[in-house]
Nanobody, 126 residues
Framework: QVLLVESGGGSVQSGGSLRLSCAASTYTDTNMGWFRQAPGKEREGVAAIQDDGRTIYLDSLKGRFTISQDRAKHTLYLQMNTLKPEDTAMYYC??????????????????????WGQGTQVTVSS
């Protein structure tokens, strides 16, 4: 069982920055990801970090978003810069316990993940 608690969301103006955090109850042999879901849209993968530290990003967000982790603190981060109104969404943290042997890009889909947080809202105004 993994408990995930996101924080750091809020309202910012276009061009601003936010850093999201996800505190996990365990961080052993985990692959972690950030997802977002805007009203009326499907949940989409934003970024993921594998248990060996490799990172994967949604192509359209490369250069603006950075995923990182502090294993000692059991915390996952998402640094979001140059935010745009289209980044407005609920942001979710997800965890997959155990080794992952599939293609990296699949970690940007919901299927590999066992556990999800409750989400934190990000609103970007123009």
């Amino acid at each position: 069982q993994v408990l995930l608690v996101e924080s750091g969301g809020g309202s910012v103006q276009s061009g601003g920055s936010l850093r999201l955090s996800c505190a996990a109850s365990t961080y052993t042999d985990t692959n972690m990801g950030w997802f977002r879901q805007a009203p009326g849209k499907e949940r989409e993968g934003v970024a993921a970090i594998q248990d060996d530290g490799r990172t994967i990003y949604l192509d359209s967000l490369k250069g603006r978003f950075t995923i990182s982790q502090d294993r000692a603190k059991h915390t996952l981060y998402l640094q979001m810069n140059t935010l745009k109104p289209e980044d407005t969404a609920m942001y979710y943290c997800a965890a997959r316990l155990g080794y992952y042997y599939g293609p990296s890009y699949v970690l940007l889909t919901t299927s590999p993940y066992n556990y999800w947080g409750q989400g934190t809202q990000v609103t970007v105004s123009s």
